[in-house]
């Protein structure tokens, strides 16, 4: 078993820090050189503490500890990271949503906004082929228009907003 380096781990680190940014960026009123900082210091953070957890051969071992979550509670790599440009836990909790997994993992990042919601994948990659035998793929359902990621990006929502409460009476 090996243990990635931070040269193979780039565009994952590159995908989570990107689209915590993205978040950022839609919600608040932050300059592009916040955001910048930001999204460097995001990456270098994670890319340092995935060091040793980072298993290209065996892509889900680690994935627990790889993963970035907001739930009453500020991720520490996100918080030191809104540190260096001035953003408190109080102004990243305004900014960001209440509920948010994000698992960077080799090969793939998703996430999902709310408990409830769609897991989406915001980048995804096949391994190195460990034969020479080549493969057919057909397209991945994360290539259709209709895809999570793609509305994603575009600006859309995937799931419902949770700072609402229902009530049901009977």
Same mark, same amino acid.
């Given at each position: 078993?090996?243990?990635?380096?931070?040269?193979?781990?780039?565009?994952?680190?590159?995908?989570?820090?990107?689209?915590?940014?993205?978040?950022?960026?839609?919600?608040?009123? #932050?300059?592009?050189?916040? #955001?910048?900082?930001?999204?460097?210091?995001?990456?270098?953070?994670?890319?340092?503490?995935?060091?040793?957890?980072?298993?290209?051969?065996?892509?889900?071992?680690?994935?627990?500890?790889?993963? +970035?979550?907001?739930?009453?509670?500020?991720?520490?790599?996100?918080?030191?990271?809104?540190?260096? +440009?001035?953003?408190?836990?109080?102004? /990243?909790?305004?900014?960001?949503?209440?509920?948010?997994? /994000?698992?960077?993992?080799?090969?793939?990042?998703?996430?999902?906004?709310?408990?409830?919601?769609?897991?989406?994948?915001?980048?995804?990659?096949?391994?190195?082929?460990?034969?020479?035998?080549?493969? +057919?793929?057909?397209?991945?359902?994360?290539?259709?228009?209709?895809?999570?990621?793609?509305?994603?990006?575009?600006?859309?929502?995937?799931?419902?907003?949770?700072?609402?409460?229902?009530?049901?009476?009977?």
């Amino acid at each position: 078993m090996t243990h990635g380096t931070e040269a193979e781990m780039i565009p994952e680190v590159s995908a989570a820090a990107s689209f915590v940014c993205r978040l950022l960026r839609s919600r608040g009123h #932050l300059s592009d050189v916040q #955001l910048q900082v930001f999204r460097e210091g995001l990456a270098q953070a994670l890319s340092e503490h995935y060091q040793h957890h980072w298993f290209p051969d065996r892509p889900q071992k680690g994935s627990g500890y790889r993963c +970035i979550r907001i739930n009453h509670e500020m991720d520490p790599l996100i918080g030191r990271a809104a540190g260096h +440009i001035g953003l408190t836990a109080g102004q /990243l909790f305004s900014l960001l949503p209440r509920e948010l997994t /994000l698992w960077v993992d080799p090969y793939e990042v998703s996430y999902r906004i709310g408990e409830d919601g769609s897991i989406c994948v915001l980048y995804e990659a096949d391994p190195p082929a460990k034969h020479t035998t080549p493969s +057919i793929r057909g397209p991945s359902v994360y290539d259709q228009t209709d895809s999570c990621k793609y509305r994603f990006m575009m600006g859309g929502r995937t799931s419902p907003p949770k700072n609402y409460l229902m009530t049901v009476s009977s």
